[in-house]
């Protein structure tokens, strides 16, 4: 068959009914011949756009023809050199706007399954016990300090002692991984996935010290004074918005980063073995459409709900969330309220959710965005009976940490201000990068973000910085 004539090979899925009952991951992964198969779709362009289209610019022909040629450690070592993470970018990134959304055979048909292929050649790389060796270099005597154990904390970890940097992560949690842990569900992450990832780290002598919120135990200004010669800051935007709405204070109402915190870092999603309190509800509404939003759905579908709807307030085609993640919530019997704005959460004498009442609108004149902004429909309202409104609206940053590090510039959203991509920040020897600069973003951009900033304090170190 031409190249061109072969089809894209679907992703192999967890059967529809156990879906819905238990956390086990949906996308089940390529075969080998599947890989092949799809692998020998690409066109090895000359001037490959795919690349561009990747944060970190794997180099994707190069990887893709190793799996076409069967030689899929050899193309894991390559996908490795740029891009630290690959099984969970594999699975998280949303491909269809990056490398994906640049393949030249999605101009006429459908664009190579980089996504997928990266995903593969991870999980063989790891079901063969293979890991790729970077050469460590000399130990430099300098200490950094990472503060959050998200994508970019991790990545920049990661960099670091690989350049011979002592590394100490300081997380809050009780667990590293960021949103990789606490927000993103099993069932399109596993969790294992994510520790091997930090158990490589760890064999790479990166230190990680949970349960340390820095702003409380230490201050910016004390871990210098501890010894630390640098510090990078990858907070992450975990702060929940809400919408201000009346009823937000109602039983049952709960914002999705509290609902998915409870069900993915406290195992409530595992109630045989861990007693986290959640409430399951009957009829879910969950506000917004974003990844969040996919995420609270399913996984209130997961727990036992038997009706959970996806209330936004634009139509199906400005969805921000994943492809997949939509295909899978509307396969999984989620529904989707289009043109829906809340305006009032109802409740009962007891104080808990009833309903939820919304503005129905209707798409006017495109905002500054480039999409068309939502107008009301006067006099056109719709009650949608609930007893659990997850929020899932957006977050933004914890200004915890900053209420003791004044001296770090901020922007009138509460992201730090980084004077170029390095993330080097106000403060002298103080670099940051991820959502705590970007706002809410995604998985690559926060690793692109830890790995610049690496590259930075490497450079600044190795020059005889320090933050006297
Ligand atoms: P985070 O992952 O937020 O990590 C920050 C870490 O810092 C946390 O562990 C936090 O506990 C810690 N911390 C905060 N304050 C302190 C302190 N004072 N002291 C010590 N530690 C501190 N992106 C995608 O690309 N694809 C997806 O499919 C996707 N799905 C998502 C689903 C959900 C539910 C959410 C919430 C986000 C999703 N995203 C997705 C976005 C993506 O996860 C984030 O952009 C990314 O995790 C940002 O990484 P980060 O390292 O900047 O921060
Ligand atoms: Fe292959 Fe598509 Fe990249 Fe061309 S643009 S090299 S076809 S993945």
């Given at each position: 068959?031409?190249?061109?004539?072969?089809?894209?090979?679907?992703?192999?899925?967890?059967?529809?009914?156990?879906?819905?009952?238990?956390?086990?991951?949906?996308?089940?992964?390529?075969?080998?011949?599947?890989?092949?198969?799809?692998?020998?779709?690409?066109?090895?362009?000359?001037?490959?756009?795919?690349?561009?289209?990747?944060?970190?610019?794997?180099?994707?022909?190069?990887?893709?023809?190793?799996?076409?040629?069967?030689?899929?450690?050899?193309?894991?070592?390559?996908?490795?050199?740029?891009?630290?993470?690959?099984?969970?970018?594999?699975?998280?990134?949303?491909?269809?706007?990056?490398?994906?959304?640049?393949?030249?055979?999605?101009?006429?048909?459908?664009?190579?399954?980089?996504?997928?292929?990266?995903?593969?050649?991870?999980?063989?790389?790891?079901?063969?016990?293979?890991?790729?060796?970077?050469?460590?270099?000399?130990?430099?005597?300098?200490?950094?300090?990472?503060?959050?154990?998200?994508?970019?904390?991790?990545?920049?970890?990661?960099?670091?002692?690989?350049?011979?940097?002592?590394?100490?992560?300081l997380?809050?949690?009780?667990?590293?991984?960021?949103?990789?842990?606490?927000?993103?569900?099993?069932?399109?992450?596993?969790?294992?996935?994510?520790?091997?990832?930090?158990?490589?780290?760890?064999?790479?002598?990166?230190?990680?010290?949970?349960?340390y919120?820095v702003g409380l135990l230490s201050t910016i200004d004390e871990l210098?004074n501890q010894?630390?010669?640098?510090?990078?800051?990858?907070?992450?935007?975990?702060?929940?918005?809400?919408?201000?709405?009346?009823?937000?204070?109602?039983?049952?109402?709960?914002?999705?980063?509290?609902?998915?915190?409870?069900?993915?870092?406290?195992?409530?999603?595992?109630?045989?073995?861990?007693?986290?309190?959640?409430?399951?509800?009957?009829?879910?509404?969950?506000?917004?459409?974003?990844?969040?939003?996919?995420?609270?759905?399913?996984?209130?579908?997961?727990?036992?709900?038997?009706?959970?709807?996806?209330?936004?307030?634009?139509?199906?085609?400005?969805?921000?969330?994943?492809?997949?993640?939509?295909?899978?919530?509307?396969?999984?019997?989620?529904?989707?309220?289009?043109?829906?704005?809340?305006?009032?959460?109802?409740?009962?004498?007891?104080?808990?959710?009833?309903?939820?009442?919304?503005?129905?609108?209707?798409?006017?004149?495109?905002?500054?965005?480039?999409?068309?902004?939502?107008?009301?429909?006067?006099?056109?309202?719709?009650?949608?009976?609930?007893?659990?409104?997850?929020?899932?609206?957006?977050?933004?940053?914890?200004?915890?940490?900053?209420?003791t590090?004044?001296?770090?510039?901020?922007?009138?959203?509460?992201?730090?201000?980084?004077?170029?991509?390095?993330?080097?920040?106000?403060?002298?020897?103080?670099?940051?990068?991820?959502?705590?600069?970007?706002?809410?973003?995604?998985?690559?951009?926060?690793?692109?973000?830890?790995?610049?900033?690496?590259?930075?304090?490497?450079?600044?170190?190795?020059?005889?910085?320090?933050?006297?």
């Amino acid at each position: 068959m031409a190249k061109e004539k072969t089809p894209r090979q679907s992703m192999p899925t967890l059967d529809l009914e156990l879906r819905k009952t238990t956390f086990r991951e949906v996308a089940l992964g390529y075969s080998e011949e599947q890989a092949r198969l799809e692998a020998s779709r690409c066109i090895q362009c000359k001037k490959p756009k795919c690349v561009g289209g990747c944060p970190v610019e794997v180099n994707i022909p190069a990887f893709v023809a190793k799996v076409a040629e069967g030689q899929y450690l050899e193309a894991y070592d390559l996908v490795k050199g740029t891009n630290s993470l690959p099984a969970i970018c594999g699975r998280v990134c949303p491909q269809e706007e990056q490398c994906e959304g640049q393949c030249v055979l999605g101009v006429k048909g459908e664009p190579v399954a980089v996504g997928r292929l990266e995903r593969f050649v991870a999980d063989y790389a790891s079901a063969h016990g293979h890991k790729s060796q970077r050469e460590k270099t000399a130990p430099t005597g300098k200490k950094v300090a990472i503060i959050g154990a998200g994508p970019s904390g991790l990545t920049c970890a990661g960099e670091l002692a690989q350049r011979g940097h002592k590394v100490t992560v300081l997380e809050a949690l009780h667990k590293p991984g960021g949103v990789l842990v606490y927000g993103i569900p099993e069932f399109r992450l596993p969790k294992r996935i994510v520790s091997e990832e930090i158990q490589q780290l760890a064999e790479m002598g990166v230190e990680i010290r949970n349960n340390y919120v820095v702003g409380l135990l230490s201050t910016i200004d004390e871990l210098f004074n501890q010894g630390f010669d640098a510090i990078f800051i990858g907070t992450g935007a975990g702060l929940p918005k809400f919408l201000n709405i009346p009823g937000e204070n109602l039983c049952g109402v709960f914002s999705a980063n509290e609902y998915l915190t409870r069900s993915n870092l406290m195992e409530a999603y595992s109630f045989q073995d861990a007693n986290t309190p959640i409430i399951i509800g009957k009829n879910v509404a969950v506000l917004g459409a974003g990844n969040t939003a996919m995420d609270a759905a399913r996984t209130a579908l997961r727990l036992g709900a038997e009706n959970v709807s996806i209330v936004y307030r634009r139509t199906a085609s400005e969805v921000p969330a994943r492809k997949e993640e939509v295909e899978h919530a509307e396969q999984e019997g989620i529904q989707f309220r289009f043109l829906r704005a809340p305006m009032e959460i109802l409740g009962d004498d007891g104080g808990w959710v009833t309903a939820l009442r919304c503005q129905v609108m209707e798409l006017g004149e495109p905002d500054d965005s480039g999409r068309r902004r939502p107008v009301a429909v006067e006099g056109k309202e719709e009650v949608i009976p609930c007893d659990v409104v997850i929020n899932a609206i957006g977050s933004g940053s914890n200004k915890l940490l900053f209420r003791t590090a004044k001296d770090i510039a901020l922007n009138k959203w509460g992201n730090i201000i980084t004077h170029d991509e390095s993330g080097k920040t106000s403060k002298t020897a103080v670099y940051a990068g991820g959502d705590i600069v970007t706002g809410a973003a995604t998985v690559i951009l926060a690793m692109g973000a830890g790995r610049k900033a690496a590259m930075a304090i490497d450079e600044f170190l190795r020059s005889g910085g320090s933050s006297k």
